[in-house]
């Protein structure tokens, strides 16, 4: 036996279009049967007989029939159509709508929702602890797939950042002290693409896009965040040290090509080396220096 489409659990729903009709024009029918129906029970009231009364039965039933096959679609959103359990289409056309009674009607928003996790704790590429939290926004583009693909599309996009969150969070380091290698907090932008990428993968069974992502809380767990505040204050010391020896170095370099160029005093090998040290602290120590004047000789 060969199973359709909508029953094969390996072949996903598609959305079909062209269900529904215009409900104005069926409003218009339904006040022509009211008048007709209001008509016949007058004249049924002044002159009974069998043939009013079936008459009347009649537009009784086609009244019904009519008003119970109306609905309203809202801007950005869709109703599903099924007969007897199998989908039919879906339709999207706003404003008063009607179908025939027996086909039932699932309603399902097309609208951007707005999705913020919880905090979830995730070791990253180097195994420390962190807390990340992730925002996107995400909507339906195929209703059949959201409705009878998935039992709660939005509980399943729910648990499907989750994942997206643990997978993205394992893939990097938290942060690289030499700047060689992508992090999750060097490297937003790009870190936010990829979590979009898998976000769209894992919902695409759903009839679920992802507009946009990205991180809202990113942070070290508190049992090593101390411990890290400490690494990077003294990863920043340590930068800042190169720079300032580097500029000193550069500074001595040239006060002593100077005072030789100018002649403005001959330095034999080691009062050179007194005077670079004395100008590294000068220029290197962390207080100010206090200057101590010689009163004798230059050698003495």
């Not at 394992?170 to 290698?181: L, S």
């Not at 890290?228 to 003294?234: F, N, S």
């Not at 005072?259 to 090998?269: E, F, G, I, M, N």
Request: hydrophobic share 50%.
């Amino acid at each position: 036996m060969t199973l359709s489409p909508s029953t094969d659990p390996a072949r996903p729903n598609r959305e079909v279009a062209g269900v529904g009709t215009n409900g104005i024009m069926m409003l218009f029918l339904l006040l022509l049967n009211l008048l007709a129906l209001g008509g016949a029970i007058l004249l049924l009231l002044a002159v009974p007989g069998a043939l009013l009364l079936i008459t009347v039965g009649l537009l009784a039933t086609s009244f019904l029939f009519v008003i119970s096959g109306f609905y309203s679609l809202q801007p950005n959103e869709a109703a599903a159509v099924t007969l007897f359990g199998e989908y039919r289409g879906t339709d999207r056309t706003n404003g008063l709508r009607w179908t025939w009674p027996w086909m039932g009607k699932k309603k399902i928003s097309l609208r951007a929702n707005n999705l913020i996790s919880q905090q979830i704790k995730v070791n990253d590429l180097r195994g420390n602890p962190i807390e990340i939290a992730a925002q996107l926004v995400w909507r339906v583009t195929d209703s059949a797939q959201a409705l009878f693909d998935v039992d709660d599309y939005r509980a399943f996009v729910a648990a499907q950042v989750e994942v997206a969150v643990r997978t993205i969070g394992a893939r990097y380091p938290y942060d690289d002290f030499e700047h060689k290698e992508v992090t999750l907090r060097g490297d937003h932008e790009r870190v936010s693409g990829e979590l979009r990428t898998e976000l769209i993968e894992r919902l695409a069974v759903a009839g679920i896009t992802v507009d946009e992502c990205g991180f809202t809380h990113l942070a070290y767990a508190p049992e090593i965040a101390g411990a890290m505040l400490r690494r990077q204050q003294a990863a920043a010391v340590v930068a800042a040290r190169e720079t300032l020896v580097s500029g000193a170095v550069g500074m001595v370099e040239m006060a002593l090509a100077q005072l030789s160029a100018k002649d403005v005093v001959v330095l034999d090998d080691e009062r050179k080396a007194a005077m670079v040290s004395n100008l590294m602290v000068v220029l290197c120590g962390e207080r100010d220096t206090q200057p101590v004047l010689n009163a004798g000789s230059l050698y003495s």
